[in-house]
């Protein structure tokens, strides 16, 4: 629906009689008719858009969640810590209360389900 027509819509719900001719979004009283600026146009259709929202759908939105942790080693240098703590098992380091989240925009998709 383009802005004139959202306009003549608008107009109409309000008992407003009106039509578009010629491009022309028209308002008519009797016999008359007078031509609507631009500018109430773009107000009539901006009504309209308030009182006609697009319908809701649902969004499956995937997040990764980064859980901070750490575990203290005995090493020679920064790279040898590393290297010791990679080979350590996971259960093994301290959770931290620090975290994140990131949304993983590219999987973001519609959906059908409720959860």
Excluded: H
């Excluded at 022309?24 to 929202?53: H, M």
């Excluded at 989240?101 to 389900?113: C, D, K, R």
């Amino acid at each position: 629906m383009n802005t004139q027509e959202k306009a003549l819509a608008q107009l109409k719900s309000n008992g407003i009689d009106a039509k578009i001719e010629n491009d022309t979004v028209y308002v008519c009283v009797g016999d008359s008719q007078f031509e609507i600026a631009e500018f109430e146009i773009n107000f009539q259709a901006k009504l309209y858009d308030e009182a006609n929202p697009p319908a809701k759908r649902k969004f499956k939105v995937q997040a990764e969640c980064i859980t901070y942790c750490y575990i203290v080693v005995e090493a020679t240098s920064a790279d040898e810590a590393n290297d010791i703590a990679r080979d350590i098992d996971g259960g093994d380091f301290v959770t931290t209360e620090d975290g994140d989240w990131n949304i993983l925009n590219s999987l973001t998709q519609e959906t059908e389900e409720n959860d």
